[in-house]
């Protein structure tokens, strides 16, 4: 079965500056998605970024990047130019790449604040 | 992008009666639905799988007797929690899946808070 590990509970950040969220997985298989989602205060779940495990390429949004380490099977997000409305709940998130129904994997999340 | 809705956002019942959540994919089809149940600052537990004219699939620890969940059609999946007690309250969201556009994307709804007095 898959995990997904979040190891640091909380974060801060300093509005402007750039921080990074931590997510590790494992997993025996060679294809698969991983996401970071934002839950902010209203606790509706946002798709932040997504990656396909094929590709090579880190994703990036906007302000959001991701780090894809495939063999250390490491997928970190950096947030640029942190805003006040970043301040949030994170989860990194692991999907089969196989069968229509896979479900998503999510870590235990971290909670980004940010000091104005 | 896709929008999921759920009904009601919040619901205070008497320990005892069943209450029965909304879960509905309004610009798209969805096959397959899932439920979802979260505390105060914690993961998305994983309830059940949904899929549209079968019967849901739960996971492991989760009892179907108590979380009834239909998903009678492409665009609305229930979850009923019956006889409700105080430890049933909760966060519940749904998520559907889409079957055209972006691949293994899943689209949240914006929960429910259920409070069992």
């Known amino acids: 079965a898959q995990t997904v590990t979040q190891s640091q509970p909380e974060m801060s950040v300093q509005e402007a500056e750039t921080v990074t969220l931590s997510c590790t997985y494992d997993?025996?298989?060679?294809?698969?998605?991983l996401f970071w989602y934002k839950q902010p205060p209203s606790r509706q779940m946002i798709l932040v970024i997504r990656q396909e495990a094929y590709k090579q390429q880190n994703a990036t949004e906007n302000r959001f990047s991701v780090n894809f380490q495939k063999a250390a099977k490491s997928f970190s997000l950096k947030i640029s130019d942190s805003q006040l409305g970043d301040a949030a709940m994170y989860f990194c998130a692991y999907r089969s790449y196989s069968g229509a129904n896979s479900k998503l994997t999510f870590g235990k999340g971290i909670t980004l604040s940010v000091r104005p | 992008g896709a929008v999921v809705s759920q009904h009601p956002s919040w619901v205070i019942c008497k320990s005892g009666t069943s209450v029965k959540i909304e879960c509905r994919s309004l610009d798209f089809q969805a096959t397959t639905m899932f439920w979802y149940r979260q505390f105060p600052k914690q993961s998305l537990m994983l309830m059940a799988t949904?899929?549209?004219?079968?019967?849901?699939?739960?996971e492991q620890g989760v009892e179907k007797d108590k979380f009834l969940i239909n998903h009678a059609s492409l665009t609305l999946s229930t979850l009923t929690v019956t006889s409700a007690h105080p430890e049933d309250s909760s966060f519940y969201i749904c998520?559907?899946?889409?079957?055209?556009?972006?691949?293994?994307?899943?689209?949240f709804g914006p929960g429910t808070r259920l409070t069992v007095l």
């Open positions: 997993t025996s298989e060679s294809d698969y998605y």
């Open positions: 949904s899929n549209e004219g079968s019967k849901a699939t739960y």
């Open positions: 998520s559907a899946l889409t079957v055209t556009g972006a691949p293994n994307e899943q689209f």
